[in-house]
């Protein structure tokens, strides 16, 4: 993207952004919350049991487009989750790709984190004048100073994860110990930095299996729902966990990360400072042990939580999509080895306020593999080791004919690119499944991506 189309005026953005919810609403009326089968039911649809007036507050909200004076940026990248998570309904994946990058810096990952590494915030609210200042959002600088790593991360999409969220820790180390050694996985244990009140495992600092994201690196939607708003929209927040405030992302992100207002001349961090989320009268006392995740928060929460998995398309016994899943299953391929459904392992538990008992199929083990060089390169923190930036999660499979794009960057539209480039050279753990699919013969390829279009 050029500086000048970072400067885009606020405007223009927000009537594109208007024209695309009202496009993506149109697609997506139907709240059917009836069904107990993926096949049949439509995008976007509710998960089993869901209050649809909660539900439609909810993904209101979710779409709702933000302005500086609700607390959008200074810097931001969409003025709405619904302007990125739009493929197929509302919640689905997009086109928007953000940019990360960072550097190898003493044989270490390092994020460039002073100049606005690694995630990348491509506007700001410009120009303001608070109190007789006048002050400027800026940017982040592109490219930065010293990078030497740039990865692309497309929009993901979020039907079905509510259920993936209800489950425990311990369903990911099963999947790992039946997985094949040359291609097992590892679920990523991370620290929990905003707890899902509605499951009493999940506490302040304690740890959870990341299951969220490209890396797998966030381990809930509560805490998903936080960490976007504040660095794709600029919105901070903060919530109240058994009394004490929360304020993992109650701090804004200035351009380039700059440690002090002083490069901004004193000025605040927003156009009409005090109208960010976090200093909302609810959230102002945590007294008497209040548990609350901030209302925006919440309501992402419980928008994405409860969307229903993508349909599947019934497969007819003999057809190319049947011949297919037995390529997909099969030892020679192994695909299913990472692309996962384990039917004694996907079922909801009602931790998170989700319905026990819901089974689904999403194709993924949510374990992060060694990708060699097909992945991102990029590390989580600073001083990550060189192999920890090779690790990617196992891309969820469940409704890939409804993504426009595909591959953490977005790099193809076409399933068969996808696979191939699982060609991760001698250390990737994909590499034997692209090899092996290229050994396929042509109308084998189409049969495994016929199939691949039916989840
Ligand atoms: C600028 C575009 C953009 C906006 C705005 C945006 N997202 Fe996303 N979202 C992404 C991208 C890109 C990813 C993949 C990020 C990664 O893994 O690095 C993602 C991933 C996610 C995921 C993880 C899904 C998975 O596959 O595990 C959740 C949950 C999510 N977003 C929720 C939200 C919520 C809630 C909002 C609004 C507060 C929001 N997003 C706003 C682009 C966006
Ligand atoms: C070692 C584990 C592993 C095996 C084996 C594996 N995959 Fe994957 N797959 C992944 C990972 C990890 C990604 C995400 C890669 C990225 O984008 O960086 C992925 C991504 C994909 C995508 C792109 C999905 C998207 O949302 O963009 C498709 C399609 C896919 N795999 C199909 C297959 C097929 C078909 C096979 C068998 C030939 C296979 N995979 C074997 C781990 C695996």
Redesign the pocket.
Known sequence: MTRQMRWVSLLSLAAAVAVGAVGCLGQDQDDNSDTTTQVGALLGDTLPGTNGTTFAAAKAN?VATESAADGLGPIF??N??A???QNGATGGA?Q???QRYGTILNGTFNSLASTGGSLRQLFGIGGFNVGGLNCNSGVDNNPAAGATLFAG??????FG?GLVDSLPDSSFSTLASREPAAIRGTPRIVPIALPNPLDSSQVTGGTRVGR????AN?PS?AQ??AD??LN??GITTTSCIHGTVNTAFATENRANRAPTNAIINGCPDDAVPGVDDDLGAETNSCAGGLTELEDDVAN?TFF?AHLAPPPQVAITAGSSQDRGRTLFNSSTLMCSGCHRSDADIFVSTSAGGIQAGIAFQPFSDFLVHDMGTAADQIGLNDGDSVASTRLMRTAPLWGLRSRNLKFHDGRTSDIATAVRDHNGGSLGQGTAAAAAFGALSSSQQSDLVNYLNTL
């Not at 991360?153 to 979020?158: E, S």
């Open positions: 979710f990248n969409q709405a989750c302007s990125c998570h997009g928007n790709i953000e991360r497309l929009t993901t999409p979020l994860l969220f994201g490209w890396k966030v939607l998903f729902s976007a708003y794709e929209m992402f994405m």
